[in-house]
């Protein structure tokens, strides 16, 4: 018998709650990194590095597994234990003191948020359809946002206290638990039948594109809290909690482009919002590329944030488009590799890239151009888009 729970105004705050520690959950810790790279001077800034790249890696990693034991065990048992991964690894950099027991915590917090992004996910798919569904997958995106304000300002507040305190910020993932244990159920049962009798495949050539355009954008976006600080460095003196607010500023974007979404989709075609996506984030970095003040990267954060915020929940609602309500876990499991694996490829390409230009002004010059080269390839199939659903109308 199929479960008939309907989701409540509570239901769909905590799922909000859970979705805003995804995107930046791994970086929560970024304007701490400079002080990192101080106590443990012997250590390359790779390594440093490792300290936000590394749970990418591990959702990558697991993140396809943790969305097939989604679709079998249910959503929101999967919710639940990463919650819980989630506050007791990410705040193990608090009492650790060796760099490689922080970096392996690292890869157990991206076990916790891998099972974030697939569970809330998946969740939204099944409890909302239609116009209701795009709404709160932009609600979805702003969560992240927001996370990515509440997180990175927090950040940078604790880390003028040393650079242990940020990873505190990892706690807050019990209170969240404790929402979902009583305003979330799970939607069906069926699915888990499904799943075991291997009736539900993934069209895997339909969704290969949704993908790489994922990965891409992350690859781009990610560049924002490992470099940004560095950056901000270079162009003047900014306190770790302004380099925070830096940040925060770019999620704040985010959010508000999330909330907004569902009117502004509703009116365009999904590769005229990819090639707007691709086109703010690239004007964004051009712009940080050139940028000789604090007021130019703060008004570049608000470019990258805005596309950012938009990429996300189309990027989400081309997928619910594209698979099967009853194979969601699956579909929005590959979906945080693609995501995380494009923010860990970030902090490996970045590396010959910064060698050859030189500077961190460059690297953000580079990929804002880059960026603009992708919302190109965008715009072509725009055209071919919008030449299609002529055609149909005519």
Same mark, same amino acid.
């Given at each position: 018998?199929?479960?008939?729970?309907?989701?409540?105004?509570?239901?769909?705050?905590?799922?909000?709650?859970?979705?805003?520690?995804?995107?930046?959950?791994?970086?929560?810790?970024?304007?701490?990194?400079?002080?990192?790279?101080?106590?443990?001077?012997?250590?390359?800034?790779?390594?440093?590095?490792?300290?936000?790249?590394?749970?990418?890696?591990?959702?990558?990693?697991?993140?396809?597994?943790?969305?097939?034991?989604?679709?079998?065990?249910?959503?929101?048992?999967?919710?639940?234990?990463?919650?819980?991964?989630?506050?007791?690894?990410?705040?193990?950099?608090?009492?650790?003191?060796?760099?490689?027991?922080?970096?392996?915590?690292?890869?157990?917090?991206?076990?916790?948020?891998?099972?974030?992004?697939?569970?809330?996910?998946?969740?939204?798919?099944?409890?909302?359809?239609?116009?209701?569904?795009?709404?709160?997958?932009?609600?979805?995106?702003?969560?992240?946002?927001?996370?990515?304000?509440?997180?990175?300002?927090?950040?940078?507040?604790?880390?003028?206290?040393?650079?242990?305190?940020?990873?505190?910020?990892?706690?807050?993932?019990?209170?969240?638990?404790?929402?979902?244990?009583?305003?979330?159920?799970?939607?069906?049962?069926?699915?888990?039948?499904?799943?075991?009798?291997?009736?539900?495949?993934?069209?895997?050539?339909?969704?290969?594109?949704?993908?790489?355009?994922?990965?891409?954008?992350?690859?781009?976006?990610?560049?924002?809290?490992?470099?940004?600080?560095?950056?901000?460095?270079?162009?003047?003196?900014?306190?770790?909690?302004?380099?925070? #607010?830096? $940040?925060?500023?770019?999620?704040?974007?985010? &959010? +508000? *482009?999330? =909330? %907004?979404? !569902?009117?502004?989709?509703?009116?365009?075609?999904?590769?005229?919002?990819?090639?707007?996506?691709?086109?703010?984030?690239?004007?964004?970095?051009?712009? #940080?590329? $050139?940028?000789?003040?604090?007021?130019?990267? &703060? +008004? *570049?954060? =608000? %470019?990258? !944030?805005?596309?950012?915020?938009?990429?996300?929940?189309?990027?989400?609602?081309?997928?619910?488009?594209?698979?099967?309500?009853?194979?969601?876990?699956?579909?929005?499991?590959?979906?945080?590799?693609?995501?995380?694996?494009?923010?860990?490829?970030?902090?490996?390409?970045?590396?010959?890239?910064?060698?050859?230009?030189?500077?961190?002004?460059?690297?953000?010059?580079?990929?804002?151009?880059?960026?603009?080269?992708?919302?190109?390839?965008?715009?072509?199939?725009?055209?071919?888009?919008?030449?299609?659903?002529?055609?149909?109308?005519?």
């Amino acid at each position: 018998m199929k479960n008939t729970f309907v989701p409540t105004k509570w239901t769909l705050v905590f799922l909000l709650l859970a979705a805003m520690l995804t995107l930046m959950g791994g970086a929560a810790v970024a304007p701490a990194l400079p002080l990192i790279s101080e106590v443990f001077s012997d250590a390359p800034e790779f390594l440093i590095s490792m300290i936000i790249t590394l749970p990418s890696l591990a959702v990558a990693c697991t993140g396809y597994v943790i969305g097939v034991a989604c679709d079998k065990f249910g959503r929101r048992s999967v919710l639940l234990f990463s919650l819980v991964v989630f506050a007791i690894a990410g705040s193990a950099g608090f009492y650790l003191d060796s760099l490689w027991a922080i970096l392996v915590s690292r890869v157990i917090l991206g076990v916790g948020i891998a099972g974030l992004t697939t569970a809330t996910t998946a969740l939204i798919t099944e409890y909302y359809t239609g116009a209701s569904r795009m709404k709160v997958l932009g609600y979805q995106s702003a969560a992240m946002g927001i996370g990515v304000l509440i997180l990175e300002t927090g950040g940078g507040s604790l880390a003028e206290i040393s650079w242990r305190e940020p990873f505190l910020i990892y706690l807050v993932a019990f209170v969240i638990i404790i929402g979902v244990i009583f305003a979330v159920k799970e939607p069906s049962s069926e699915p888990r039948r499904l799943l075991r009798g291997n009736s539900v495949k993934l069209n895997m050539k339909a969704l290969l594109p949704i993908y790489l355009s994922i990965f891409i954008g992350m690859a781009i976006a990610f560049l924002m809290p490992t470099k940004l600080p560095y950056l901000i460095a270079q162009v003047g003196s900014v306190s770790l909690t302004g380099t925070g #607010l830096m $940040l925060g500023l770019m999620g704040c974007c985010s &959010a +508000l *482009a999330g =909330i %907004f979404y !569902g009117r502004i989709a509703a009116r365009m075609l999904r590769m005229q919002m990819m090639f707007l996506c691709f086109l703010v984030i690239g004007a964004g970095y051009c712009l #940080l590329g $050139l940028a000789a003040s604090v007021a130019a990267i &703060a +008004l *570049a954060a =608000i %470019f990258v !944030g805005l596309g950012q915020g938009a990429l996300i929940p189309t990027v989400m609602n081309w997928i619910t488009n594209e698979a099967p309500v009853h194979a969601m876990g699956k579909a929005t499991g590959v979906y945080s590799v693609a995501l995380n694996f494009g923010m860990f490829a970030s902090s490996l390409v970045v590396i010959p890239v910064l060698e050859i230009v030189g500077t961190y002004s460059n690297l953000f010059l580079v990929a804002g151009v880059f960026s603009m080269l992708v919302a190109g390839a965008y715009a072509v199939a725009w055209m071919r888009e919008s030449r299609a659903a002529t055609q149909v109308a005519q």
